[in-house]
């Protein structure tokens, strides 16, 4: 029997309490969006996450990140190059995409949540 969903299939993709050393980044030190994505984060993993706010021209590679090899990534509300995407997406366990401007949408073309 399928699921029968409105969601698009990438939105079915879910924290999972058994997620391996979840990495949260979100948005900035002070944009609310990021916030309360980065707080939706912690009710659910707690103290089990490490979380990193970050602002735009923060991070030029994937070695500006704390290590994602083998880690649960959640970017949120935010989004980073191409370049650096990539390199999150070969190394990560597991990684989860939420952005709603429409430059995030340009920018993740071509990369799915896994």
Known sequence: MTKK????????????????????????????DGFGAALAAWLYYGDRAEYVGLDHGDISTVDDLPPVQGRAVYILDFSFAAEVMTAIDERAAKLVMLDHHKSAAEKLTGFACR
């Open 5 to 32: 969903t409105i969601l698009p299939l990438q939105l079915l993709v879910a924290p999972d309490k058994n997620d391996p050393a979840p990495l949260i980044l979100y948005h900035g030190r002070n944009c609310p």
